[in-house]
């Protein structure tokens, strides 16, 4: 009797996978679980964690054609978080982020080419006036499930490294101080509109 509900349950997330990816749709990521994350190198001995939350934006998914695909995401540069509200303080200040004059940060993706089993997502990131183009590597989505509070739901990881000299930050400190590389990761869960 277990196996036979098993099945069943199964054919129906698979059923509504298939329908909800046959054309077109929009998710909108859900800020609650979606968080960003960067590192960089201290001293070229340790890697320094931060975040930022409040990341809002949307996914459009097209199951036919994923060079149709697109993400917009705004991060909430004042959350930024490294466990230290004294490096918090610099990074949110005029030799980094800027957050008085630059509250956000946004990507905005012009092509997206799939990539085995992952996505290439090309786009334009914004952070404190500066735009240049990066790369994230995007993986998923995850199958399909119903969410907490009853519509579809799925989730992606997205990763990209830039220079951070390309968006003008922290160029008092030199590369033997902060890593001029840094990380971002982004964890995402998106829900169907």
Do not use: C
């Not at 046959?22 to 960089?40: L, N, R, V, Y």
């Not at 705004?74 to 004059?101: C, E, H, M, P, W």
């Amino acid at each position: 009797m277990k196996i036979k509900m098993l099945a069943t349950v199964l054919i129906i997330s698979t059923a509504s996978t298939v329908s909800a990816f046959g054309q077109s749709t929009t998710w909108s990521i859900d800020p609650a679980h979606t968080q960003a994350t960067f590192e960089a190198r201290h001293l070229s001995m340790t890697n320094v964690r931060g975040g930022m939350s409040k990341l809002t934006g949307t996914v459009i998914w097209d199951p036919k054609d994923s060079t149709k695909d697109s993400v917009k995401a705004v991060l909430t540069a004042t959350t930024i978080n490294t466990g230290s509200n004294y490096r918090d303080g610099y990074l949110k200040g005029g030799d980094f982020f800027d957050v008085q004059k630059f509250p956000t940060s946004i990507f905005k993706p012009t092509s997206v080419t799939p990539s085995g089993n992952e996505l290439k997502v090309t786009g334009n990131l914004t952070m404190a006036g500066v735009t240049k183009p990066v790369v994230l590597d995007v993986t998923g989505p995850t199958l399909l499930q119903k969410g907490m509070e009853g519509g579809l739901v799925s989730g992606l990881e997205a990763t990209t490294t830039f220079g951070r000299s390309d968006f003008n930050f922290g160029s008092k400190y030199p590369n033997a101080m902060v890593s001029d590389e840094v990380k971002i990761t982004i964890d995402l869960e998106v829900g169907q509109k």
